[in-house]
């Protein structure tokens, strides 16, 4: 308590000063705000690491989804016995119950997926009857959650289409599932691996804006589906998960790859930012984004979306000439949705998938944060009027 004191008095006392304090650091930049053995990013040599994995071995081992989000709630991989069990598990949670499918079909066609999904997370808190608190039940409200992402996104997606929402298959995996609901078709293996690789992509990401708003939401000790519902409203915004469905819009506009010095040369003359592009991290080529770009390479050779990989590589070219020098390289965002529009998927669906992907993380983060919660309760530099005499209404 003297302490907190103490630090409110100088925090005053530079303010009156007029000085900004030293732990004044705008969007929380270089802040250090919790602990956490989940996820690590080196973004001076633009690696990442899911527990101390490399993320390209990660992936070019070809683990699953399922397989790293027991990596993130285990703590370690599980071997074939449990991944299993675990697959047997996470498949059968599927299917929303009956009322929430019910309040999905009144939502209004025109709504957002994001904002389709954030309300539907808040109504699952209503049909949550265990009191339980332990890690346990959190822990099996983090899977049930995970689970059900992709069914919400695709019932709305297909109810707001006029079609019937398509019943989960237990046999498919997550990502192969979650194409399934969505177009009513099985996918192909190389469609489901895809997929599957871009949801290992987006799993986690350390101390992003949505982990930290579901962390700030967890500290005050609310549940889980408030902390990951704040997490699905932060990820929408065009400065973090959004920025998929903007580059989408981006490259369309652009529409020839001998358009983009204009176009980008124009935005930077207006101080408009390049979408997919920079990053609060990685200061060098972001891995994800290195990765998903072969992933986008080979899909594209094969369909119309070509001239759009096309764009999207001048689009790099052009802004690392530029601004290579400043740290501002392409970000995950970049090509993850040229690899969704050549599936079918819409723009709108794309940072759904984000969170679909992301929930596995943003639960993890909130389980281990609750081993030793602290309420997150920040300052704010008061820049506002001096102390002063309140006017009664009568001599204003
Ligand atoms: N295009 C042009 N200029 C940029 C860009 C960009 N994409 N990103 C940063 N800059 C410039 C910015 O204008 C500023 O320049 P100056 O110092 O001359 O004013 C400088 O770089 C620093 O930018 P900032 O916005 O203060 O830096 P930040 O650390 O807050 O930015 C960012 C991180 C992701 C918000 C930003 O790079 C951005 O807005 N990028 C575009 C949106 C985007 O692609 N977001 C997805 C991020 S990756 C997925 C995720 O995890 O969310």
Redesign the pocket.
Known sequence: MPEAKSNADALLKSVMDNKTPESYSP?L?GVVAAKSKLCSIDGAAGKLYYMGYPIEEVVNGSATYEEVAYLFWHGRLPNVKELEAFKDEFSKLRTLPQQVMDFIKLLPHTCHPMDALRTIVSLLAAFDHNPERSPEANLNRAIALTVRFPTIVAAFHRLRQNQTPVEPDPKLSHAANFLYMLFGEKPDDTTAKVMDVAMVLHLD?EM??STFSSLVTASTLSDMYSAISAGVGTLKG????G?NEAVLKMLLEIGDPARVETYVDDA?AK?K????????MYKAY?PRARLLKEYARRASEKTKASRLFQITERIEEVMIQK?GK?G?FP???LYSGIIYHQMGIPTDIFTPIFAIARVAGWTAHVLEYWQENRLFRPNALYIGPAARKFPPLAQR
């Open positions: 969007g930049e990401h992003n804006a065009p400065l973090h998960g920025a930077l101080k930012k390049i979408m997919g592009f920079g990053h609060r972001d601004k400043q501002i970000n995950v965002d």
